[in-house]
């Protein structure tokens, strides 16, 4: 336990939204206690036998609620996909796909190899430098508007619930947070499915202004498609 004075901070519960095989039930991956909550302390003797022990002295810091709850949240989100990291043979293209997501969700490079390096070592992925490679080449590949996996990949590598509870712990922005872009992608792929049908007579028709608008507002906005 870490203690901390914080004016105004709620209890919030951060559980694996999946039981894992042996699990009776989800398992909690941090928790934020407050007001309301007991926690054993020091000398209290622990069901195996030893003595709960203070690790240091003094007073407890005092932090701000939200940087505290913000804090939190990303250990929760760092330990929920370091727990469900894939087996061996997927996961430089599970760093891909979390690197684009933290891309797209204007992360720095510092914070997402950050983010990264956290969850491979949680994770005892003991090949850390050829996934922390993943976010510089995922960087620039988007910067560069070139295709790059995102949160779709990685609902497929992780789970969808696993990626989706992970992603809004961190605060960002998931497909279900996209509804403003769904007119403007509707009317692209109107555009494109138009003159595909038109390409037919007229080839050269494919590569009018109208529709390299719209194929870049696809692969902007829906990459994996």
């Known amino acids: 336990h870490f203690f901390y004075v ?42 195996s036998g030893e003595n709960y022990e203070f690790y240091a002295d003094g007073e407890p810091a005092a932090v701000a609620a939200g940087e505290l709850k913000e804090a939190v949240s990303k250990i929760a989100a760092v330990a929920l996909i370091a727990r469900h990291w894939p087996a061996q043979g997927s996961r430089q293209d599970t760093s891909l796909a979390l690197s684009g997501a933290l891309c797209r969700a204007n ?3 510092e914070d997402a190899r950050m983010i990264l390096r956290c969850v491979c070592q949680a ?14 080449v995922t960087y620039k ?61 007229d080839p050269a028709s494919i590569f009018a202004a109208p529709v390299i608008g ?8 829906d990459p994996a498609a």
């Open 141 to 201: 590949r988007i910067a560069e508007g070139d295709r790059a996996w995102g949160f779709t990949k990685l609902a497929e590598f992780i789970g969808k619930e696993v990626a989706t509870h992970a992603l809004d712990w961190l605060k960002l922005k998931t497909p279900t947070d996209t509804a403003e872009d769904e007119p403007a992608l509707t009317e692209a792929r109107e555009v494109v499915t138009a003159a595909l049908v038109t390409a037919k007579a």
């Open 214 to 221: 719209a194929l870049a507002l696809i692969e902007q906005k």
């Open 6 to 47: 914080a004016t105004g901070v709620k209890t919030t519960n951060f559980c694996d939204p999946i039981k894992k095989p042996g699990d009776k039930k989800k398992q909690m991956i941090v928790e934020l206690r407050s007001d309301g909550r007991q926690t054993v302390l020091p000398p209290s003797l622990h069901e």
């Open 107 to 109: 992360f720095s490079l």
């Open 123 to 136: 994770a005892r992925d003991d090949e850390l430098a050829k996934r922390l490679a993943t976010v510089a």
